[in-house]
């Protein structure tokens, strides 16, 4: 069983919990965004998207920016949260190393010396990946530079930095890929999911168990920085 951080404890105070969240149109942010408005301990969302999410709900807000390189200009706006969901992503397919890391590590990087500069005490969880290559030197090119983000990611003074690396996720409640071959592939293997979830738990999940696992994480804490499905199912669990 994964226990509890020290400062454990249910909840960020009376208020509830204050998310920021990248990625909101994507299918991961999709599913953590659905856990967000479904949890009455989260008091206020704020998306961060490049463009309107048509999410409308009392404790939803956006901000609506066109250069995810530079938050100066938003950095008040950015102020003032516990946790920070950071499910921006893109494939790595057909794209250079230096094209892929500064969609990756640069992008990624702006934004979080930002928010670790405005709130100290905030929980940060970046998605990343399973296979991820913390020692930066392998020979897969997504691995060394996602290895090389959750590392700088880890090394901000954040409160706590979580890396959170699922495998095969399963889209439930509508939600969809917003890129159409992934939709394919997903609407193929879904009836097999029900198989694969028995047979090879430690490497599924479920969008809905990834955002409930993600929020638990931001609201209580963990020891572990780094999350494996195993260790996600455990704590939605929870």
């Not at 990343?128 to 090394?155: F, P, Q």
Request: charged share 25%; with cysteine; proline share 5%.
């Amino acid at each position: 069983m994964i226990p509890l951080s020290p400062s454990g404890g249910e909840g960020q105070g009376e208020g509830g919990v204050n998310a920021i969240l990248f990625g909101a149109t994507g299918m991961v942010g999709q599913g953590v965004l659905r856990e967000l408005l479904h949890d009455p301990g989260v008091k206020r969302v704020l998306a961060v998207t490049r463009r309107p999410t048509g999410v409308e709900d009392d404790k939803f807000h956006e901000l609506v920016l066109d250069d995810f390189f530079d938050f100066s200009s938003v950095a008040n706006e950015l102020t003032g949260y516990d946790a920070c969901f950071f499910c921006l992503g893109v494939s790595s397919a057909g794209m250079s190393e230096k094209d892929y890391k500064r969609l990756t590590y640069d992008l990624t990087m702006a934004a979080a010396r930002t928010l670790a500069e405005r709130n100290s005490g905030m929980r940060f969880e970046y998605v990343s990946g399973t296979g991820t290559d913390s020692t930066e030197k392998g020979r897969v090119m997504w691995a060394r530079v996602k290895g090389a983000t959750e590392n700088a990611l880890m090394r901000l003074p954040f409160k706590a930095a979580y890396m959170i690396r699922p495998g095969y996720i399963q889209p439930l409640h509508g939600i969809r890929s917003s890129t159409k071959w992934t939709r394919v592939a997903y609407a193929v293997a879904a009836p097999l999911f029900p198989l694969w979830k028995s047979m090879f738990p430690g490497y599924v999940i479920t969008t809905e168990e990834l955002g409930r696992a993600m929020i638990r994480a931001a609201r209580v804490g963990c020891p572990k920085r780094i999350l494996e499905i195993p260790d996600l199912i455990e704590l939605g669990r929870g």
